[in-house]
Each structure stands twice: as C-alpha cells, then as structure tokens.
C-alpha cells in the first residue's frame, strides 16, 4: 500500500503481559514518529527515527517503553509488563525530512493501534 | 501554559456555516500543520503551513507568523466535516511536533 500501515489494529492484553507494536513507514520515507494518544487527548511524542538510529526517545515514558528500527523501515514498539495507565492509542508516522532539512515536512499518519490493558 | 492552544474545544454548528478554528502557539516554528481525526479513524494531514495561506476545496488555512496564529476555515460545512481538528506546531529548534488538544468539530444537518 501507498500509507503508512500499523499492526495490530487492536490489542488487548493482561496487565503484565509484554507487547510489540509494528509500523510500516512508506517506503523510502527517512523519518518515523511513535506517538501515544490517550482518551480525549492530544498526541504526545513518543520517540523519532532517522532511518536506523534512535535520535529522541526523550517522550518514551518509562523503561518499559521501547523501540526500534533495525533496518531502517519497519519499526517496532515494545511495552513491558504493561500496565492500565498504558491504554491508549499508539500511532506511527513518517516523513521524508532528513537532517540536512530544518523545514518541516509533513508527516503521515498510519491509523494507530488502540491499545486496551485489562 | 500550553505551548499550543486551540480554540474552541468543541464547535456545534448547523450544515452550511462557516466554521472557524482558532490556533495559538508560544515557541518558535519552522512549520504548522492542521490534521483532521475521524472518531475511531487516523490522523490525516490537511495543510502544512509556514506562512500566509492555502486553500483546499473548501478548507482554508492561514497563518501569521508575527502574531503566532493560525486558522482553520471551512466554508458550506457538511455533516461529513464532523471530526476533530488538530493544530500541531513543528519546533525551529528540533523535528518534534507539538500538538494542540484539538477542536471536537460537529455539524448537524
């Protein structure tokens, strides 16, 4: 497909239980974005990728939060042990801006995966 | 304080009024951008904005730098147009978005 694509649509898991959240950029696409968006609010910034390095995990709120993007295209988020507070949507994004490029560009968003800890 | 604020929160508005949606941000920005989110659906990009104004079928969005505003109109609303809006601001100092609380947008036929 041409968008930026995410797996599982939905998740539902214990408290506890260990979960992994996949992103598909578009391709070529050199940027990609994890946010969480809880019920009722606004997106906050998770952590940012250029191509394979790990440049700003700074929103990634606690060491259970993980990700990463080994090849430089798909990436995957990791929660551990994870816990209710956890509930929210988690949505992907990518851009074309490299480094070399300050202006913004715009982002596109895959659908998110809602994610419901019991 | 909130570095992006949206204005208002929730808008009720009957089909074929011209809706206005208000953004105000406090950082330096190399871009704005306005989204659109569907209940239960993505976030898709409507403009993205670094000065003056774009148009888009019936979505009009301006900004002005000087002032740190921006607005998001629709002209002859739809019912269709019903969804949460979304001003975020991309920082001049690093590639982080910053995002409003968005405006619950509801038009009733």
């Known amino acids: 497909g041409a968008g930026v694509s995410q797996s599982p649509r939905y998740k539902v898991a214990k408290r506890g239980q260990d979960v992994a959240l996949r992103c598909d950029p578009i391709?070529?696409?050199?940027?990609l974005f994890w946010y969480q968006q809880a019920l009722g609010q606004g997106p906050e910034f998770l952590t940012y990728?250029?191509?394979?390095?790990?440049?700003?995990k700074s929103g990634l709120p606690s060491d259970r939060f993980f990700a990463e993007r080994p090849e430089g295209s798909v990436s995957t988020l990791k929660i551990q042990r994870t816990q209710q507070e956890d509930s929210a949507v988690y949505l992907c994004?990518?851009?074309?801006?490299?480094?070399?490029?300050?202006?913004?560009?715009?982002?596109?968003f895959g659908p998110g995966t809602r994610l419901t800890v019991l | 304080k909130n570095e992006v604020e949206q204005s208002p929160q929730n808008l009720t508005a009957q089909e074929g009024e011209f809706i206005t949606i208000n953004c105000s941000y406090s950082?330096?920005?190399?871009?704005l951008h306005w989204l659109q989110q569907h209940p239960g659906g993505g976030i898709v990009s409507l403009f993205m904005?670094?000065?003056?104004?774009k148009k888009h079928g019936r979505l009009i969005a301006t900004i002005n730098i000087q002032e740190k505003h921006s607005s998001l109109h629709i002209t002859a609303s739809h019912p269709r147009d019903s969804a949460v809006y979304i001003c975020?601001?991309?920082?001049?100092?690093?590639?982080?978005?910053?995002w409003g609380a968005g405006t619950k947008l509801i038009i009733k036929p």
């Open positions: 975020a601001v991309l920082m001049d100092s690093n590639y982080q978005l910053i």
């Open positions: 391709s070529g696409h050199v940027s």
């Open positions: 904005l670094s000065s003056g104004k």
């Open positions: 950082v330096g920005i190399s871009a």
């Open positions: 990728f250029q191509n394979e390095a790990q440049l700003d």
């Open positions: 994004a990518s851009s074309t801006t490299d480094r070399g490029r300050r202006r913004g560009d715009t982002q596109y």
